[in-house]
């Protein structure tokens, strides 16, 4: 067990990024240690000294992005207000109280200053991560997992550890490949820790996932987690960050249909959603699978709660007809950049709509009703958040002291040459709010927020005893 301020620090210490230094001509002017200065969620702040042995500093610039994984960086400059001198003051301070920023973020800045002769100097970049200080936090880690929680007993993150190490194995064994970052688990106590770092507040949402950062969080509220939380909800949202990891090209994102089936077969508990399934195939009422690569839509829980069961059932018939193998395949098609029908033919030689008509049929479907409009067949609504707005201040927090961090000295070289300036990419700017998924996969797909936080909030009251009322009424 390492107690949370340790972990800050050799991250800190550890993750500088050296390597990529960039150097420009010989010396003149020495950066000094920069001080990290985190109170999360409310801010971050950095401050550093430079030191010009030749002209004076007339401009400075504070420049970072979030480390996404395997997605492009967006970067952000801050033109610094400073004294122009010889020793010159650097310092920012990035406000994310009014943005929902995850916790533990990566975050990688450099400082860059020029004087009056035109001459640049930059430090090499550094990375830290966006710790949440509110609370002092228990770890138990490995290289591929990071379990997080507090004020709870030891054993409550060692289920939860050993747990997330099954399901990290059953997907490298499912995939056969390993994963670039290691996914962090992070467990709050309840709704108010886990709202004060949203823009919104989530009134009914069980947790998230952020897999550019490898990240979900989660709200536990009893001491202890129980068997559905860890063998179904974990699992759960290990898949959907592994397989960011597996499957992530920009220009072929998984269907969504593929995204929460894979997701859901994963899990160690599964709910029993098959009757759905089949009753639909019965009264030819299955949503095409087609109609789901986009999302679930948000208004109709009835069909949200079929999509979701049908994303599982075309998951399993997948794996019965062509083996895990298949599946494997067909997201190794996926990675490298193909279109749905594309990899269908290349990993399981069959197109989409082939496919979807062989399950149909598998299911005792008429083979006809697959490709003939139903009433199901609605567009799907790219989902807006429509919660309450969120008030920071509303919320009370524990009083934290801010964590100060020490990173060692950056030394810049000094140069005539002009900087470069990367394009900077579509992608969501580096200070956007993290948008939440059963994964956080909005960035990467179009993806149903609302429907997946139906789906916790159905997992919250038992499925079966939401099904049974309804069939009551
Ligand atoms: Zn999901």
């Known amino acids: 067990m390492k107690r949370f ?15 990529d230094q960039i150097v420009w001509g010989g010396g003149g002017a020495t950066f000094a240690t920069t001080n990290v200065t985190i109170n999360f969620p409310e801010s971050i702040g950095f401050e550093s000294h430079v030191s010009s042995t030749d002209s004076p500093i007339v401009k400075a610039q504070f420049i970072y992005y979030l480390d996404r994984y395997g997605a492009a960086d967006s970067t952000t400059r801050k033109h610094l207000a400073i004294t122009p001198g010889q020793e010159v003051a650097l310092r920012y301070t990035w406000e994310t109280s009014d943005i929902t920023i995850t916790p533990w973020t990566p975050i990688v800045y450099r400082w860059r200053v020029t004087d009056a002769q035109g001459n640049v100097y930059e430090t090499p970049p550094q990375r830290i991560e966006y710790a ?188 019965n007809t062509y083996g895990e193998s298949g599946l494997a395949r067909l997201i190794a098609a996926y990675k490298a950049g193909k279109t749905t029908d594309e990899a269908f033919v290349e990993a399981l030689g069959v197109d989409m709509g082939t496919f979807q008509q062989d399950w149909a049929e598998w299911l005792g479907a008429p083979r006809e009703s697959m490709v003939t409009p139903t009433p199901w067949a609605l567009p799907t609504f790219r989902p807006t958040p429509t919660l309450m707005t969120f008030n920071t201040k509303a919320t009370p927090r524990p009083p934290v002291a801010p964590t100060k961090t020490t990173i060692p000295p950056a030394t810049a070289t000094i140069s005539a040459t002009p900087t470069f300036t990367p394009t900077p990419t579509p992608s969501p700017p580096a200070n956007a709010p993290s948008i939440p998924f059963c994964g956080g996969l909005l960035w990467v797909l179009p993806l149903p927020i609302a429907a997946v936080m139906l789906r916790h909030q159905i997992r919250r009251k038992n499925l079966r005893t939401i099904l049974s009322a309804e069939e009551d009424v």
């Open 5 to 19: 301020a340790i972990l800050l620090t050799i991250s800190l210490l550890l993750l500088l990024i050296g390597k």
């Open 132 to 319: 949440d200080t509110r609370f002092d936090w228990l770890t138990r880690q490995n290289q591929q997992v990071i379990v997080l929680w507090h004020d709870k007993p030891q054993v409550f993150g060692d289920k939860i550890f050993d747990i997330a190490g099954k399901a990290i194995e059953k997907q490298q064994q499912l995939f056969g490949v390993q994963l670039g970052i290691p996914i962090r688990i992070i467990v709050y106590n309840n709704l108010d820790e886990f709202n004060a770092w949203h823009s919104v507040a989530l009134d009914w949402v069980g947790g998230e996932a952020f897999p550019e950062f490898g990240i979900t969080t989660q709200i536990v509220t009893s001491p202890f987690p129980d068997d559905y939380w860890l063998n179904a909800v974990v699992p759960h949202e290990i898949a959907h960050l592994y397989l960011y990891q597996a499957a992530y090209n920009p220009a072929a994102p998984l269907p969504v249909w593929l995204n929460e089936g894979i997701a859901q077969y994963s899990e160690f508990i599964k709910d029993d959603s098959s009757f759905l399934v089949k009753e639909a195939a019965k009264n030819r009422a299955l949503i095409p699978l087609t109609s789901l690569a986009d999302g679930f839509g948000q208004h109709d829980e009835t069909r949200i709660r079929l999509a979701y069961a049908e994303a599982l059932s075309a998951v399993t018939y997948l794996v």
